[in-house]
């Protein structure tokens, strides 16, 4: 009797184990599926923006990425935005007014496979060599003015790798992560931390970049909890970080706090340039 329990027993472990090793393949190969949830758009599609809003085609091996650009008479800068994981620019480029009252142009991506872009997102390198890429095409629009990165959840880790690499007049994250692999660590304890093909690892990039760093996240945040924001300043002591009471991970930008956060910093980019008086 004792035997066949112990029998019964071990056959239990080998099928939890085998199940465990499918999930973890499972995700290993299914991953982008999880991370990148973009929504495509046809080619005809009409943003219905108003007419200083331009579309751009950014060439990229294997296919092209779609972008809006504000484009404002006298701008005192630029914001390169990084957008979320889901949706499009059609949901996400909607909050331009801002932009607009701080004078600054706003240029923003769809990423492979969402809106107007072609393809799939198919590694961590690719991804961050179509952002380089987009980043060269804002260069070449902008020579020698002042620009801001902004990331915005799954944006913020490219952003902050971009930031890095390039130092802009600010950089902004809002809802960011210390790295997926460490998120992934508190969402699933379970799961080894090799399984992350996209690490992300913002954290580390904060601690290059040498400018201004804002920080913004929504203390109710249950999707990205605020803590990994807190996590990023612990390494980076001179960034600012701006937390929301009762503002979660889809409606910070909706909060009374969050534009006047924002503007405080932006209104500093470029002002001195543009007008010749000591920044606010």
Not at 1 to 26: D, E, K, N, Q
Request: proline share 8%; hydrophobic share 40%.
């Amino acid at each position: 009797m004792r035997a066949s329990l112990l029998s019964l027993a071990g056959r239990g472990i080998f099928f939890l184990a085998l199940a465990y090793v499918g999930l973890v393949a499972w995700i290993w190969w299914t991953q982008e599926s999880l991370i990148f949830r973009g929504e495509p758009l046809p080619s005809q599609h009409d943003f219905r923006l108003p007419k200083d809003v331009e579309e751009v085609s950014i060439p990229v091996p294997g296919g092209s990425l779609s972008a809006l650009n504000l484009r404002l008479p006298h701008p005192r800068g630029v914001v390169f935005f990084l957008h979320g994981n889901g949706g499009n620019l059609d949901s996400w480029f909607s909050n331009h007014d801002l932009y607009r009252q701080a004078n600054l142009d706003l240029f923003m991506i769809d990423y492979r496979g969402y809106g107007k872009s072609s393809g799939s997102v198919s590694s961590e390198a690719q991804l961050l060599a179509d952002v380089r890429a987009a980043w060269t095409a804002l260069e070449a629009r902008y020579p020698g003015a002042p620009k801001v990165i902004h990331g915005r959840s799954l944006g913020s880790g490219p952003a902050a790798i971009l930031a890095a690499e390039v130092q802009p007049a600010l950089t902004v994250l809002v809802s960011p992560y210390c790295s997926l692999k460490e998120l992934t660590k508190t969402v699933y304890p379970y799961l080894p931390g090799f399984i992350v093909r996209y690490p992300l690892d913002t954290c580390t990039a904060a601690t290059a970049i040498q400018g201004p760093l804002l920080l913004i996240h929504g203390e109710a945040d249950t999707f990205i909890p605020s803590a990994h924001s807190r996590l990023i300043q612990a390494r980076v002591p001179k960034a600012e970080l701006v937390l929301i009471p009762e503002a979660g991970h889809d409606d910070v930008h909706l909060a009374d706090a969050y534009g006047p956060a924002l503007r405080a910093r932006l209104d500093q980019v470029g002002c001195e340039r543009s007008s010749g008086k000591r920044c606010p």
